[in-house]
């Protein structure tokens, strides 16, 4: 069962690392929120992210065990600034498999869904949170869809194929 972003929420506020961490940086703030939801494996990751300045701190969050571990990284691209995510959505994490299966159906694509790779981040133009979706569907297809976070309604969805991407090379 996928967690809801809520819980993740609480078990990083509840955690030692996280505490510590704000503690010694009280001005970070939630830049983004990466999640791996992968059905055929039944392997599931969740990750949130924050920053100060150009740096990157991601916790790595185990709902099942309430571990959460700290890593540090850097902003590759400056250029191009990481804006503060609201984590407070209307559409959750546990809700992403039934809107991408839904949106499978209403495109026709009939193979079955097998990965997720969610991330939760701010739209430059608005600053509203907005999941961006790369979907793994059997049969090397790949969707990509775009759901604003707030209200549910697809942004964009786009099917390509993994061959595209071997093209493009």
């Not at 819980?7 to 961490?21: D, G, K, M």
């Not at 055929?40 to 990157?56: G, S």
């Amino acid at each position: 069962m996928i967690p809801t972003l809520k819980s993740l929420i609480e078990i990083l506020n509840n955690s030692e690392e996280f505490n510590s961490f704000i503690k010694t940086n009280p001005k970070a703030t939630p830049c983004a929120g990466f999640f791996i939801l992968d059905f055929k494996e039944n392997n599931f990751q969740y990750t949130i992210d924050y920053k100060i300045d150009n740096n990157i701190f991601s916790f790595n969050i185990n709902p099942e065990t309430k571990l959460v571990t700290e890593k540090q990284e850097e902003l590759i691209d400056k250029s191009k600034p990481l804006n503060e995510v609201d984590l407070k959505i209307g559409t959750g994490l546990e809700e992403l498999r039934s809107i991408v299966e839904h949106e499978l159906v209403s495109n026709n694509i009939k193979n079955p869904l097998e990965k997720i790779i969610a991330v939760l981040q701010a739209i430059p133009e608005n600053n509203e949170s907005m999941w961006n979706l790369t979907c793994m569907c059997q049969g090397f297809n790949i969707i990509m869809i775009h759901i604003n976070a707030l209200d549910g309604k697809i942004i964009k969805f786009e099917k390509k194929s993994l061959f595209d991407f071997v093209k493009q090379k």
